[in-house]
């Protein structure tokens, strides 16, 4: 990368928040869990542990929420001083724009999603043009639209659909821990992605042997534990000062029992905050 500044970020003008997803409640509010957490206790323990924003993101029940059941979400994560963030799947132009109804009447100013392939999808040539008119859309109504890297699209192929594009609403949620199962670095995923990143989803993860050390297993580990160079992807992507929200995930595995796990789930989400507060400083 060269010096100027990164054209990418948020539209918002504000610092760039610290704080949770869904995803660091993976278990806790799965069906493993026999009293899984609502949406509301998900959005109270964000507040108790210090976050800023909450992403919802790939919560299956939100899309069946109603009006009086998005405004009873938006008026909560008010009256708790945090920022929510809404996240889906897919690239199909009505289900992004559902996803941008949700978004508007939630108050979140950005939708995360992953682009797809399938028979309900926008085949990757014809998507420039389909996410041309859906960012269209979601500029006008002030909203930001951002694609996650992950395996199944090589960042490559990602950064050359943002780039043709061309639309201050759409970008890019950096993730490079997802891409290593498609063989790319993370230290290329970060560099390839900065001028474009809207978003940011905080993960360490570590390779570890197998039973008789046949092959590995890469799963997640505690902030600043494992492979994650934290320090150099946000040295170059520079969140608090672009407005880019930092939002801690989790991969961690199961564990012997369901309350053995969740409370791991929730010692990791307090240390991870935690990790960030003091690197962000």
Same mark, same amino acid.
């Given at each position: 990368m060269d010096s100027e500044v990164p054209t990418g970020g948020s539209a918002?003008?504000?610092?760039?928040?610290l704080g949770l997803s869904t995803y660091a409640y993976?278990?806790?509010?799965?069906?493993?869990?026999?009293?899984?957490?609502? !949406?509301e206790q998900m959005l109270r323990d964000t507040r108790d542990l210090g976050g800023e924003v909450f992403q919802i993101c790939d919560y299956p029940p939100?899309?069946?929420?109603?009006?009086?059941e998005l405004d009873r979400i938006r008026d909560l994560a008010a009256d708790l001083g945090l920022v929510l963030e809404t996240g889906t799947?897919?690239?199909?132009?009505?289900?992004?724009?559902?996803?941008?109804?949700?978004a508007?009447?939630?108050?979140?100013?950005?939708?995360?999603?992953?682009?797809?392939?399938?028979?309900?999808?926008?085949?990757?040539?014809?998507?420039?043009?389909?996410l041309a008119a859906v960012a269209a859309d979601y500029g006008d109504r002030g909203v930001e639209l951002a694609l996650e890297t992950y395996e199944q699209v090589p960042t490559p192929v990602l950064v050359r659909l943002v780039r043709e594009v061309d639309?201050?609403?759409?970008?890019?949620?950096?993730?490079?821990?997802?891409?290593?199962?498609a063989l790319e670095m993370p230290a290329d995923v970060v560099a390839a992605t900065v001028p474009y990143v809207k978003n940011l989803h905080v993960k360490d993860f570590a390779f570890s042997r197998r039973d008789g050390w046949v092959g590995f297993t890469?799963?997640?580990a505690r902030l600043g534990e494992g492979l994650l160079d934290y320090d150099d992807m946000v040295a170059q992507v520079r969140p608090r000062e672009r407005g880019i929200n930092q939002v801690v995930e989790h991969w961690l595995p199961w564990t012997d029992d369901i309350a053995t796990?969740?409370?791991?789930?929730?010692?990791?989400?307090?240390?991870? !905050?935690d990790y960030l507060r003091s690197r962000n400083a």
């Open positions: 918002t003008g504000t610092v760039g928040r993976f278990w806790r509010w799965s069906e493993a869990n026999p009293e899984p957490l609502s !949406l939100l899309e069946g929420f109603g009006d009086t799947r897919g690239a199909a132009p009505d289900h992004l724009r559902r996803h941008l109804a949700i508007e009447r939630l108050g979140s100013r950005l939708v995360r999603s992953m682009m797809r392939t399938g028979p309900e999808e926008p085949p990757l040539d014809e998507a420039p043009a389909v639309h201050p609403a759409l970008g890019i949620v950096l993730d490079p821990g997802n891409c290593v199962a890469l799963a997640g796990t969740c409370r791991l789930e929730r010692q990791w989400a307090e240390h991870n !905050l």
